[in-house]
């Protein structure tokens, strides 16, 4: 660790919830790694959201690569010849509509594929460590409908049937490598824990802040319609980010539902 806070790597770090997370870590003085095809791309979203130029240039390593690169992974895994304290993954595909009855993914295992990759690599990087606690956290963001109790709104679950079907599948085979990994023997595996956080239809806009979300679990989950991208990533910094490491957070080991 620098600074006494801990060290950051950001999968899917141009999209919305995960930009926004970036975004707090970089304004609070986190150190952080952050995958992304095109490095220019993500700078100018940082700028556009006000992040410091110096905190770009002083606290921000971007990886040029995509997470099917086992040696880009592996950079955007290490800060300062140390393995990374926290990994946020919120990698996700682009839908399809070619057929309007078939929803499908431009990359259809894009989530499982890419969690499997840094699984592996964060195994080999953190088999060596002394102790459970030196590994990382991992900090996954899934969806909604998938849950095995209800946690939609009635009126959305045909959209989400008709919309979501491939993600879904994609989604949950991911969470089932997370299951595979954290099931391992400690020495063995690649993270010390997990909290996989499954948000309600993601939307735009500012959003109304953390006191506005609610939480819920894999046995009662929160039901709600939609929650905005920059609520997610509050939350994730507050509750993966802020408080991830700490003994005492409620979600680690968790599946977590977020809405509004």
Request: hydrophobic share 40%; net charge neutral.
């Amino acid at each position: 660790m620098y600074n006494n806070l801990p060290t950051i790597a950001f999968f899917g770090a141009t999209g919305g919830c995960v930009l926004s997370c970036l975004t707090l870590a970089l304004e609070n003085g986190y150190y952080c790694n952050a995958m992304a095809r095109n490095p220019t791309k993500l700078k100018d979203l940082l700028s556009e959201r006000g992040v410091y130029d110096s905190a770009i240039a002083n606290n921000l390593t971007i990886v040029q690569g995509s997470v099917s690169d086992t040696s880009a992974v592996k950079q955007a895994l290490v800060h300062k010849e140390e393995p990374v304290d926290i990994i946020i993954n919120g990698i996700g595909g682009k839908l399809i509509f070619d057929g309007p009855l078939k929803p499908t993914l431009d990359n259809p295992t894009v989530c499982q594929d890419g969690m499997r990759t840094i699984l592996e690599v964060s195994r080999s990087l953190n088999q060596a460590r002394d102790g459970d606690d030196k590994k990382p956290l991992l900090v996954v963001l899934s969806t909604t409908g998938i849950s095995e109790k209800r946690d939609l709104p009635f009126l959305m679950m045909p959209m989400y049937k008709w919309m979501l079907k491939v993600p879904h599948v994609d989604k949950k085979a991911m969470e089932d490598l997370i299951f595979e990994e954290v099931a391992m023997d400690k020495t063995a595996r690649g993270i010390r824990e997990y909290i996989i956080i499954r948000p309600s239809f993601l939307t735009d806009g500012k959003g109304n802040g953390l006191t506005n979300i609610k939480v819920g679990g894999d046995n009662k989950p929160a039901v709600g319609y939609v929650i905005s991208r920059n609520e997610v990533g509050a939350w994730l910094f507050q509750n993966s980010v802020r408080h991830g490491l700490r003994e005492e957070n409620p979600y680690l080991g968790k599946i977590v539902t977020i809405t509004t």
